[in-house]
């Protein structure tokens, strides 16, 4: 049974086990993330992330019971044109795609022609929220402002950015997540982070020498872009290595949905759920 967690954190991490560096196998998420819709913290878990390789290739087959309801994300990671043909292959019974989530160029291309394609296979699929990763370089802003528009025709289209990777330049500066932030304020686009988010607040991974950003950073900064809050205010907030500052963000908002920020995806629940303890964000009164 799921124990009300605040507004403010429901939803906020998806369940992305397969992918590195966890990368379980599907049949070991599909049975690990059932746990999780069944535990105390089930409202802080979003979808299992798939990708449509996996799903093409019959890898969901079996796993799951008709009547079951599971839900799932798909990532894009065939291509735009193959998505259709992923979908094709999933259970009629059983399984809903709660998003798709793609990248809609690689870094220094136009993401104008990809988006293009993604915001077609929106019109068609016509309810399921599409997310298009956008690189943060080259036309990252008039990509946004055609997601705007697509959002004002009525399509349910929103951004993605990576903030880590294995390469210093996947990181983004906090000066950089920022603008971005404040530009889908501005546009009123919903956004979604992949990569990187390991903890709650910004820290050095002592392997590799990585500053990464904090969960709980970018959570502070939301609610202050969310509230009118300047490009310089919210990377402040995204470069603090004390969760002090970050969690009194949240005082007396905790009963509201998050503004702007979607989640994430982490291959760990419960590193994520742990931090969230620490941080008084969510009651740890119960074993996960």
């Known amino acids: 049974m799921s124990t009300q967690l605040p507004a403010l954190v429901a939803g906020l991490v998806d369940d992305a086990a397969v992918f590195p560096p966890g990368s379980a196998s599907v049949p070991a998420a599909v049975v690990a993330h ?17 990708p449509a390789s996996a799903v093409a290739a019959g890898e969901l087959d079996g796993l799951v019971d008709p009547d079951e309801g599971f839900v799932i994300g798909l990532i894009g990671d065939t291509g735009l044109d193959q998505l259709p043909f992923a979908l094709s292959f999933l259970p009629p019974l059983g399984v809903t795609v709660r998003q798709i989530e793609a990248p809609v160029a690689k870094r220094g291309e136009d993401p104008q022609p990809g988006l293009a394609e993604l915001v077609a296979l929106a019109s068609r699929l016509e309810t399921v929220p599409v997310y298009a990763e956008i690189p943060l370089t080259f036309g990252l802003m008039g990509a946004l402002d055609t997601v705007a528009e697509a959002r004002a025709g009525g399509l349910p289209v929103a951004a993605k950015f990576r903030t880590g990777g294995l390469a210093a330049e996947l990181f983004p500066t ?8 404040c530009a889908c304020r501005d546009r009123g686009v919903p956004f979604k982070l992949t990569a990187g988010l390991h ?5 050095v991974d002592p392997e590799t020498g990585f500053t990464h950003h904090g969960f709980g950073n970018v959570l502070a900064a939301a609610l202050a872009a969310a509230e009118g809050g300047a490009v310089e205010t919210v990377a402040e907030l995204l470069t603090v290595r004390d969760e002090r500052p970050l969690v009194q963000w949240t005082d007396g908002r ?23 303890i620490r941080l008084g964000l969510v009651n740890g009164g119960f074993e996960a």
């Open 199 to 203: 903890h709650a607040v910004r820290h």
């Open 174 to 181: 906090p000066l950089e997540l920022a603008a971005v932030i």
């Open 34 to 50: 059932r746990r999780h819709r069944a535990a105390w913290y089930a409202d802080l878990v979003g979808p299992l992330l798939l």
């Open 254 to 276: 905790q009963d509201a949905a998050r503004p702007l920020w979607v989640g994430f995806g982490s291959c760990s629940i419960v590193e994520p759920l742990t931090d969230l």
